[in-house]
């Protein structure tokens, strides 16, 4: 718990973090039945958004740069090293956004649909519909236009 309360944001040094990670791991690993694990669970969980949200915040700040390559880089990064981030609907619409810009909208559907299916209830849920409608009638123009 030391470590975990010397966390800092997600913008700072995560040091601290990842130390909490490895300790807290380790006490759900060695004591499943311990009378604080649900605890212990709730505060890895926490620990874990906490490295990923910095992951997220260098991808989206690509993002925003306009220098897609890197932030699917990192958007990728962090789904593989952490599938239960707790805001992957931001994830997933940036990484398909990413594509969509990148002209590559046959990659982008994939995520925009996962967000769809996977989060009914994300603030990317409806711009994700529209953009999801908007690719699907960019390629069949595209499709059309080749003969």
């Not at 931001?90 to 990484?95: H, I, K, P, R, T």
């Not at 711009?127 to 908007?134: D, G, P, S, T, Y």
Request: charge should be neutral.
């Amino acid at each position: 718990m030391t470590h975990f309360r010397q966390m800092h944001s997600p913008d700072r040094d995560q040091t601290e973090t990842r130390e909490a990670i490895k300790e807290l791991t380790t006490f759900v690993e060695r004591y499943p039945t311990d009378e604080l694990i649900e605890d212990g669970k709730a505060k890895l969980r926490e620990a874990k958004d906490r490295l990923s949200q910095y992951e997220y915040n260098v991808g989206y700040h690509y993002y925003r740069s306009r220098w897609y390559p890197g932030a699917v880089d990192r958007f990728k990064q962090l789904l593989e090293k952490d599938p239960q981030f707790t805001r992957r609907d931001s994830v997933y619409f940036y990484l398909g956004e990413c594509y969509a810009k990148a002209g590559q909208p046959a990659m982008a559907l994939p995520y925009f649909d996962r967000l769809i299916q996977e989060f009914e209830q994300s603030e990317h849920l409806i711009e994700a519909q529209k953009r999801v409608e908007l690719l699907k009638a960019e390629m069949a123009n595209q499709a059309k236009k080749v003969p």
